[in-house]
């Protein structure tokens, strides 16, 4: 798809970044909880960008 | 990017960078896209896990005094086509995310080989590992995790006090030699008694070796650690409160450059009920997407014998992993769910409940007997102690 959507940042409910390699119990970053309110605002600003340029795939076997 | 419909909206991974995403269902209409069946009746439908924690040995030399499965040098180790049909079950359910782990998964010598499987089917693969025996040709074989994390849970006797020998060079070495490689590489810092006063100088040791972060774990009492000693080694009351701002202090040493990121597990989400701050403000936390204990819900383990469990640390449903579409059908997962959804007091009643959940259950069953409270929140121990009063 090479339209841009028309995504807005109230839309997103929650942004976990990074990957996560504990094998054992489910980690969450947690120092963006305390950066300044204009790193956030990027992090949020690129999710953003990326989700109105990536080719969309739907995952699983029963919703596609 | 792929998308995973919810009731609420969608889960979304994204593929230009590391990040998952929970989009409302306007921002899922923006995609192009219409929920369909997860639409419609959302109010019954459990959603599936988002990232699976799969055994894929239990064969481990190292020995680690707390080691949650019990894994032994003669531990078994199941055959790379079970592990296979495991991660097919994986993409049927719409998991985006698999950590392989042990026992001391770097004993197979078909890791790249079931990378390769993860990624064919659209699940990211990342990998724990004590980082003893790493040799350049087992780093070789990493290459195409997305992380790779090496227990490390401080330098020399703070190492030897949590896992009961110093094999802290070796898991130094393996850090290294990761990022060296170019692999994205971490750090597992289990938090105990004895190791969280140096947890900064521990990150910070981290960090000069090449880590792009550290995941501090809580101590549980799984496995070996399931004994009596676990009450002399848990993190005390004190440390336990002091967890925020220890975190606000690492966010403005380790990781104000930008370069490192701390995240915390699950199970020490409870902690955080003892600052103020963050204790007022739970959308923060929610809008990071902070998990909480997320057992049975976005979080599922399984077991070296191909069953489902809860998390890594609890004990296996009847559910075969290959069967892992009918979740929602198993009793024991359900319990699990059940308690998420309607918590006793003290729970009830507070801020974090959301994103908390309850505390972990691993720890609850073992210190009280019973599926409830986390005994270590501190807003769960004054709670005790006003009722005492």
């Given at each position: 798809?090479?339209?841009?959507?028309?995504?807005?940042?109230?839309?997103?409910?929650?942004?976990?970044?990074?990957?996560?390699?504990?094998?054992?119990?489910?980690?969450?970053?947690?120092?963006?909880?305390?950066?300044?309110?204009?790193?956030?605002?990027?992090?949020?600003?690129?999710?953003?960008?990326?989700?109105?340029?990536?080719?969309?795939?739907?995952?699983?076997?029963?919703?596609? | 990017?792929?998308?995973?419909?919810?009731?609420?909206?969608?889960?979304?991974?994204?593929?230009?960078?590391?990040?998952?995403?929970?989009?409302?269902?306007?921002?899922?209409?923006?995609?192009?896209?219409?929920?369909?069946?997860?639409?419609?009746?959302?109010?019954?439908?459990?959603?599936?896990?988002?990232?699976?924690?799969?055994?894929?040995?239990?064969?481990?030399?190292?020995?680690?005094?707390?080691?949650?499965?019990?894994?032994?040098?003669?531990?078994?180790?199941?055959?790379?086509?079970?592990?296979?049909?495991?991660?097919?079950?994986?993409?049927?359910?719409?998991?985006?995310?698999?950590?392989?782990?042990?026992?001391?998964?770097?004993?197979?010598?078909?890791?790249?080989?079931?990378?390769?499987?993860?990624?064919?089917?659209?699940?990211?693969?990342?990998?724990?590992?004590?980082?003893?025996?790493?040799?350049?040709?087992?780093?070789?074989?990493?290459?195409?995790?997305?992380?790779?994390?090496?227990?490390?849970?401080g330098p020399g006797e703070t190492y030897a006090m949590v896992r009961g020998f110093d094999a802290s060079a070796a898991a130094e070495r393996a850090i290294e030699r990761l990022a060296a490689a170019g692999i994205r590489v971490g750090a597992?810092?289990?938090?105990?008694?004895?190791?969280?006063?140096?947890?900064?100088?521990?990150?910070?040791?981290?960090?000069?070796?090449?880590?792009?972060?550290?995941?501090?774990?809580?101590?549980?009492?799984?496995?070996?650690?399931?004994?009596?000693?676990?009450?002399?080694?848990?993190?005390?009351?004190?440390?336990?409160?002091?967890?925020?701002?220890?975190?606000?202090?690492?966010?403005?040493t380790v990781c104000a450059a930008g370069d490192f990121h701390v995240r915390i597990d699950c199970a020490l989400v409870p902690f955080l009920s003892a600052d103020e701050t963050i204790a007022k403000d739970p959308d923060a936390l929610a809008?990071?997407?902070?998990?909480?204990?997320?057992?049975?819900?976005?979080?599922?383990?399984?077991?070296?014998?191909?069953r489902v469990a809860p998390c890594s640390f609890a004990r296996s449903s009847g559910l075969s992993a290959t069967s892992l579409a009918s979740h929602a059908g198993d009793p024991e997962l359900a319990r699990w769910r059940a308690h998420v959804?309607?918590?006793?007091?003290?729970?009830?009643?507070?801020?974090?409940?959301?994103?908390?959940?309850?505390?972990?259950?691993?720890?609850?069953?073992?210190?009280?007997?019973?599926?409830?409270?986390?005994?270590?929140?501190?807003?769960?121990?004054?709670?005790?102690?006003?009722?005492?009063?």
């Amino acid at each position: 798809m090479s339209e841009e959507r028309d995504i807005q940042e109230e839309q997103l409910r929650a942004v976990r970044t990074g990957h996560g390699a504990n094998c054992s119990s489910i980690g969450s970053v947690i120092n963006t909880l305390f950066a300044t309110a204009t790193v956030g605002a990027a992090v949020f600003a690129a999710v953003v960008a990326a989700l109105k340029r990536e080719q969309v795939k739907v995952a699983g076997k029963d919703q596609a | 990017m792929i998308v995973r419909y919810e009731p609420w909206g969608a889960w979304v991974k994204l593929e230009t960078q590391a990040a998952i995403v929970a989009l409302d269902r306007d921002g899922v209409r923006a995609l192009g896209l219409d929920g369909g069946r997860a639409w419609d009746g959302a109010a019954t439908r459990e959603s599936a896990p988002i990232e699976v924690h799969m055994a894929v040995t239990a064969r481990c030399g190292a020995g680690c005094e707390g080691c949650y499965i019990d894994a032994r040098p003669d531990g078994v180790e199941p055959p790379r086509e079970a592990l296979e049909r495991e991660l097919d079950a994986l993409a049927d359910a719409g998991v985006f995310t698999v950590a392989f782990g042990g026992g001391e998964p770097t004993t197979r010598d078909d890791l790249d080989v079931l990378a390769e499987a993860a990624m064919a089917r659209g699940i990211t693969p990342v990998l724990t590992t004590s980082g003893l025996g790493l040799t350049d040709a087992r780093v070789e074989k990493l290459r195409r995790f997305a992380q790779v994390n090496v227990s490390y849970d401080g330098p020399g006797e703070t190492y030897a006090m949590v896992r009961g020998f110093d094999a802290s060079a070796a898991a130094e070495r393996a850090i290294e030699r990761l990022a060296a490689a170019g692999i994205r590489v971490g750090a597992n810092v289990v938090l105990t008694r004895a190791s969280f006063p140096r947890v900064d100088e521990t990150l910070a040791r981290a960090k000069s070796l090449g880590a792009c972060e550290a995941q501090l774990l809580r101590y549980k009492p799984a496995g070996r650690a399931a004994s009596i000693e676990y009450l002399a080694r848990r993190l005390s009351s004190e440390q336990a409160r002091s967890l925020g701002p220890t975190l606000r202090r690492l966010a403005a040493t380790v990781c104000a450059a930008g370069d490192f990121h701390v995240r915390i597990d699950c199970a020490l989400v409870p902690f955080l009920s003892a600052d103020e701050t963050i204790a007022k403000d739970p959308d923060a936390l929610a809008r990071w997407g902070v998990f909480g204990c997320e057992a049975a819900g976005a979080l599922a383990a399984f077991t070296v014998d191909g069953r489902v469990a809860p998390c890594s640390f609890a004990r296996s449903s009847g559910l075969s992993a290959t069967s892992l579409a009918s979740h929602a059908g198993d009793p024991e997962l359900a319990r699990w769910r059940a308690h998420v959804a309607a918590p006793p007091e003290p729970c009830a009643s507070c801020s974090l409940r959301t994103v908390c959940k309850g505390g972990c259950k691993v720890v609850a069953s073992f210190v009280k007997g019973v599926h409830g409270p986390d005994p270590e929140c501190p807003r769960v121990v004054d709670a005790a102690g006003e009722r005492a009063a």
